[in-house]
């Protein structure tokens, strides 16, 4: 199979961004693992390795410092387009974002960019309806522990 091109499209900022610089380490029809080196390396982070989930709705990632250390781990609420004639896929930021702190501590994050977006007209209902349905998925994997086991392999096979 030829790698695919890969893009990241955002509301807020209005971008679309390659990701083509990225490491895919395993693809199939249900997932996509990468990894990656950050667009703007920072102290705190540089790296990380990605899990997403093309029919689920949400990116988990694996943020990790110089030394390899996670910071912590980021999920992104996402819409998955694969454009086949293209051999393509865009993945769609849908605002919300959960963080998991090494520790476990878990925090919901942009929630407020929901709300401009509608005030700017970028989403609608429609779109508002789908990543909160996806947050709750992605929050009862999170709560119960699953998203642990389910990106195990991938992230201690890229260390």
């Known amino acids: 199979m030829e790698k695919p091109l890969m893009y990241r499209k955002r509301y807020i900022p209005d971008e679309i961004k390659s990701l083509n610089d990225d490491e895919i ?10 990894r990656w080196k950050t667009f703007k390396p920072k102290k705190e982070f540089s790296n990380g ?3 997403t989930f093309l029919n689920r709705g949400y990116k988990i990632s694996k943020f990790m410092n110089d030394s390899g250390e996670t910071v912590y781990y980021y999920c992104d609420i996402i819409n998955s387009e694969f454009q086949k004639e293209k051999n393509t896929w865009i993945f769609t930021d849908l605002l919300v974002d959960v963080k998991i702190y090494p520790g476990g501590f878990v925090e919901v ?6 709300a401009e977006a509608i005030d700017r007209g970028l989403i609608g209902e429609k779109t508002v309806k789908e990543l909160l349905t996806k ?15 389910i990106t195990k392999d991938y992230f ?4």
């Open 156 to 159: 201690n096979a890229a260390r």
């Open 49 to 51: 390795i990605s899990y």
């Open 135 to 149: 947050l709750d998925s992605l929050l009862e994997i999170v709560y119960s522990g699953e998203w642990k086991s």
């Open 109 to 114: 994050v942009d929630v407020g960019e929901v």
């Open 25 to 34: 380490l395993f693809i199939n029809d249900e997932v996509i693992v990468t």
